[in-house]
């Protein structure tokens, strides 16, 4: 079994920053590239930030570009979400997926695993 843990949400000012992490662990598992996705209350799912495993190669959500920096630590397993200049629109939860292929990543059929999720709430 595939294990994803997030940490890291919280209550922030519009404006301010947060940092997202997800850990992985389990069995091995592959994956092309990991994931961020976020769910407001009453909407669907929706892509956020994605990281290629091994090219390092990033993929963004419009709404984030130049907001959210997405990185990944190969050696312990783990992605980042840097997350500044927060909206209110960005309140929601965070999700951590992985096993994705590379025409998949915007898609949340596209991933085999998932985090419990992380609340963040950015107030106005």
């Known amino acids: 079994q595939v294990l994803l843990v997030e940490s890291g949400g919280g209550l922030v000012q519009a404006g301010g920053s947060l940092r997202l992490s997800c850990a992985a662990s389990?069995?091995?598992?592959?994956?092309?590239?990991m994931g961020w996705f976020r769910q407001a209350p009453g909407k669907e799912r929706e892509f956020v930030a994605a990281?290629?495993?091994?090219?390092?190669?990033?993929f963004y959500a419009d709404s984030v570009k130049g907001r959210f920096t997405i990185s990944r630590d190969y050696a312990k397993i783990a992605v980042y979400l840097q997350m500044n200049s927060l909206k209110p629109e960005d309140t929601g939860v965070y999700y951590c997926?992985?096993?994705?292929?590379?025409?998949?990543?915007?898609?949340?059929?596209?991933?085999?695993?998932w985090g419990q999720g992380t609340q963040v709430t950015v107030s106005s």
């Open positions: 990281i290629s495993w091994t090219g390092g190669s990033t």
């Open positions: 997926a992985a096993g994705a292929t590379y025409y998949s990543i915007y898609s949340p059929s596209g991933y085999d695993h």
């Open positions: 389990g069995r091995t598992f592959s994956s092309y590239a």
